[in-house]
């Protein structure tokens, strides 16, 4: 069974950097999609970017790209979301998804079929 636990969540003022962690456990191949996504309240989760542990491949959200940036740590088995220039619209729980095999993007939440329990971002203006 894949676990997974993310960190790093808090408190920041707008234009300040978060890093946020994910430790996977329990994979059984090299090849799995791991993303984060985030829900706000009263709103739907949303992808904000995703990355093969295969090939490296990775997808952004627009409202993201130029600000945030994932990477894999594959022998720590472990994806990081560095964020940087946050603003207060960025402000949700975000959770770490994954699945088995080849990576589906960020419209395909229903394909990650494995979730952290989330941490909190909260940004103030």
Not at 24 to 30: F, I, P, R
Not at 54 to 83: C, E, H, P, W
Request: glycine share 14%.
């Amino acid at each position: 069974e894949v676990q997974l636990v993310e960190s790093g969540g808090g408190f920041v003022q707008a234009g300040g950097s978060l890093r946020l962690s994910c430790a996977a456990s329990g994979l059984t191949s090299d090849e799995y999609g791991i993303g984060w996504f985030r829900q706000a309240p009263g709103k739907e989760r949303e992808g904000v970017a995703c990355i093969s542990t295969r090939n490296g491949k990775t997808y952004y959200a627009d409202s993201v790209q130029g600000r945030f940036a994932i990477s894999s740590d594959n022998a720590k088995n472990t994806v990081y979301l560095q964020m940087n220039s946050l603003k207060p619209e960025d402000t949700a729980v975000y959770y770490c998804g994954a699945h088995q095999g080849p990576l589906w993007g960020l419209g395909y939440v229903w394909r990650y079929n494995n979730w952290g329990q989330g941490t909190q971002v909260t940004v103030s203006s």
